[in-house]
Every structure is written in structure tokens, then in C-alpha cells.
């Protein structure tokens, strides 16, 4: 569920009429709403309630505005990064070094060591190498690191291949039939602290059994380790839990269901269970607002040229993504529709968000909303063809902020520099 409803034939951000936010900040722009934020962060402290002791740490690559970060961490999330410069948005935002793991399969010594220096929770461990270089940079500033070990479960998620990550060819953790020998060499490591588990099998699942499979090999994978006298006291079960991009598709399952199927796997082991949800709490929180800049004739189809491009949301392009494409200003029961190619300006043909996208036809000037793009949207976003990086806004209530600011072409252009010989 989200906030973002027609009232008055307007498609508004909670109480904000979009119309409103393209006039004052222009267009393109990824709004936000952090009602919709709210509601999902509370979702899955409702589905985590039978484990009196939890965290949910929000995966920050999702969306990793300040802003988005500062209000997700005030209502109690930890903060799941994978590099320096998340963890430092994480601890802008004001969320304490206890509550953030640090994930990721190529954590440089430079970021283990300002990581442990800040405050950490916990680093989840991808690899041997790793675990040795973190062993050296911890005793090196006299601390143990605290740890969870990544295992991978070669488990097939289900997804779309670049964002699985729990099959035995991914790039991601350790193969879980050598889960114990790496442990048994993580515990006689002076620098390392073994405090847990960590999985995580991949992006937008839209079904629980691999999670139920991952989950069923964790559970026996903690007794073992536990009878091997590890001090197994924290599971972090990832995150990836997928969204509807469709209104009219069958939706995936709910944070509810999934909190029952991690209770059911490893809920009688007496330990903190920490999730690692993205995309489910910002993806439906945010949606990317584009104006018509011309409708052209062409050979047999029509398209619809936005001021949206690729490089402002590449989910289409590099993942074959739908976004649901609706009209800011509702159109009146019955208008007839048409079919549109919907492209950006940018100069390559995979720069098309949609083919044959059923609209009631549209006018230069129209503005156009792409639904679901709060989550690897924006953190996506690019200035190819030079175009100045997309702004963000908030919306709360019936008032809004921009939480980045479009940049000017001075602005752009004034990041680079000529070489002294020039
Ligand atoms: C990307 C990622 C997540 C979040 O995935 P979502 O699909 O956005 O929920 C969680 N944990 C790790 C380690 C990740 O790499």
C-alpha cells in the first residue's frame, strides 16, 4: 500500500498534488513519501514481533538519501551498507554505529578500519581473504571485530539473474558446505569476534520457498556451529522480499508471511534475528514524476518523448523492468487509449522505458508518473548525455522538501578540472 492516490482527478503524494512539486521544482523528480516509508518500516516490525529481540537494517542502496535514512533511523531501523560512503550516510542521518552492518564482498582495509574506528554492529564476512584482512586491520587497532560469517546456500531464488545472489556461481559469500572449517579458522583469529550468521539469497523474491529452503539450511547450520562451541547469537536472515510492479498482477507474498516463514526455520533458536529490507520499504514509497516533451509520429507505433531518461532510471534498461506509467492528471471514465512507445531523450534505443504502453493520448507539456521507483532509482541515477543528476524530494503530510537539489550546468561542470599542461 502507498500514498500516492488521485483526489480531485490529481495524482497527489499524500496531500501534495504533484502538479504542485513539477511547478516549484521541475521535472524530472523522484518523489517520496514518508507516510509510505512509515508504513512499510512498521510492517516489518509487526511481522518481526514474536522475536522480542530484532533489527531491522535497512538496506541503504536501496535509496540511500539522507533524508530517507534520517527518518527510517529515528523510527528505530539499523542500516544494512556495503561502502564507507553508506556507512558515513547512515551516520549522518543519526543512526548509531551499533545498529549498522557492514555487507558487501569487497571491503577494503581503508573501510574495515574507519568502520571499526566509527562504531559497527557487526561486518558480514564474505571470504577467507577477508576475514584475515579484517582479523590484522582489528588487532592492529587492538579491538576483536564482531562478525557473521555470509554463507551461501545454493539456493535458487527465483529472480532475475543480476540480482540473484544465493546460487553456488555467484560471487557472494561462502559456500556453506565449508561454513564450519571457516568458522573453526574465524574463532582462533585474534581480530575476530563470531557472533552470527548472514544470508542473503537475492532481490524482488516473489515467492517464500527459497527463502524457506535458505532459511531450513541456516537453522542446521547454527546447531552445528553451536555444537562446535561457537557463540552463535545472531542471525541476519538479509533482505530481498519482492514488491508489486504491477497493480493488476498477483501480489508477492506480505512482510507478515515472510516474518512467519523465518520463525518457523529458525525462531526456537533463542537468537536476534536481523532482516536487511530494501527495496520493500522504499520501492512503493517513491515514484519518479516526467514531463511530455513531445508525442511523434513514426513508422506504425507512436512515442511519447518524457524528460525522463535512462540515466535519471535505468531499472528498465538494464533489467528489463516494468514501472506501472500513469497520468498525473486522471483522465475521465471512458476516454479512449492509445499505445505509446515511451522513450527518453537520450541517444540510444535503450533508452525505452516501455513499448506499447496504453495511455489516453497526451499533449506536450502532460506530466507522466513512473509508479514504484523509490528503491534503486535515484542511487541509480546518472548525468550521461550530461544531464544534471535527477532531484529528490520528500513529502509529508501537506508539505514537502527537496532533499537534492538539481543541480546547475555550473554546478555539473564545475566538478572537473583541466590538466595544468593544458
Ligand atoms: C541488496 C541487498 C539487500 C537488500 O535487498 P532488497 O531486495 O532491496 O531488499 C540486503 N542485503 C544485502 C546483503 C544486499 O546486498
Not at 548509531?96 to 562504531?119: D, Q
Not at 486522471?330 to 522513450?343: I, L
Request: contains cysteine.
Amino acid at each position: 500500500m502507498d500514498h500516492f492516490n488521485y483526489k480531485d482527478g490529481v495524482l497527489c503524494a499524500e496531500d501534495v498534488p504533484l502538479t504542485r512539486i513539477a511547478a516549484e521544482v521541475g521535472t524530472p523528480v523522484y518523489v517520496y513519501s514518508a507516510a509510505t516509508l512509515t508504513r512499510h518500516f512498521n510492517v516489518f516490525q509487526e511481522a518481526l514481533e514474536w522475536a522480542p529481540d530484532h533489527l531491522i537494517c535497512y538496506a541503504v542502496k536501496a535509496n540511500s538519501n539522507i533524508a530517507v535514512l534520517k527518518l527510517l533511523g529515528d523510527l528505530g531501523a539499523g542500516m544494512d551498507v556495503v561502502s564507507i560512503g553508506e556507512y558515513a550516510r547512515a551516520r549522518t542521518a543519526g543512526v548509531p554505529g551499533e545498529r549498522i552492518v557492514f555487507s558487501g564482498v569487497g571491503k577494503t582495509r581503508k573501510e574495515m578500519r574507519l568502520a571499526l574506528e566509527g562504531g559497527i554492529r557487526q561486518f558480514n564476512v564474505e571470504s577467507e581473504p577477508e576475514l584475515l584482512a579484517l582479523s590484522e586491520v582489528a588487532a592492529s587497532l587492538g579491538v576483536k571485530a564482531p562478525i557473521a560469517i555470509r554463507v551461501n546456500p545454493d539456493v535458487d531464488a527465483k529472480t532475475h539473474e543480476k540480482i540473484a545472489t544465493g546460487k553456488s556461481e555467484n560471487k557472494f559469500g561462502i559456500p556453506i558446505a565449508r561454513a564450519r572449517e571457516v568458522y573453526a579458522a574465524a574463532a582462533s583469529l585474534p581480530g575476530i569476534e563470531v557472533v552470527g550468521i548472514d544470508m542473503h539469497i537475492g532481490s524482488q523474491l516473489t515467492d517464500l520457498d527459497p527463502y524457506r529452503q535458505a532459511y531450513a539450511k541456516m537453522a542446521d547450520l547454527a546447531r552445528a556451529l553451536r555444537a562446535d562451541g561457537h557463540n552463535i547469537r545472531r542471525l541476519d536472515m538479509g533482505g530481498g522480499l519482492g514488491i508489486p510492479y504491477r497493480r493488476d498482477n498477483n501480489a508477492p507474498p506480505l512482510p507478515i508471511e515472510y516474518g512467519q516463514v523465518i520463525r518457523e526455520a529458525v525462531g526456537d533458536l533463542d537468537c536476534e534475528i536481523e532482516i536487511e529490507p530494501g527495496r520493500n520499504i522504499a520501492g512503493n514509497a517513491g515514484l519518479l514524476l516526467s514531463e511530455v516533451i513531445y508525442v511523434k509520429r513514426g513508422e506504425g507505433r507512436d512515442f511519447l518523448i518524457l524528460d525522463a531518461a535512462m540515466n535519471d532510471l535505468i531499472r528498465p534498461a538494464m533489467y528489463g523492468a516494468h514501472h506501472d506509467i500513469v497520468p498525473v492528471i486522471e483522465s475521465a471514465p471512458g476516454t479512449p487509449v492509445s499505445a505509446y512507445d515511451v522513450v527518453g531523450p537520450i541517444c540510444e534505443s535503450g533508452d525505452t522505458f516501455q513499448k506499447g504502453t496504453q495511455l489516453p493520448p497526451p499533449a506536450p507539456g502532460d506530466l507522466i508518473a513512473f509508479r514504484s521507483a523509490g528503491a534503486y532509482g535515484a542511487v541509480m541515477s546518472s548525468e550521461y548525455n550530461s544531464r544534471p543528476l535527477v532531484p529528490e524530494v520528500l513529502v509529508d503530510g501537506d508539505r514537502f522538501a527537496v532533499i537534492r537539489p538539481r543541480p546547475t550546468l555550473e554546478d555539473m561542470l564545475s566538478r572537473e578540472a583541466l590538466p595544468d599542461w593544458f
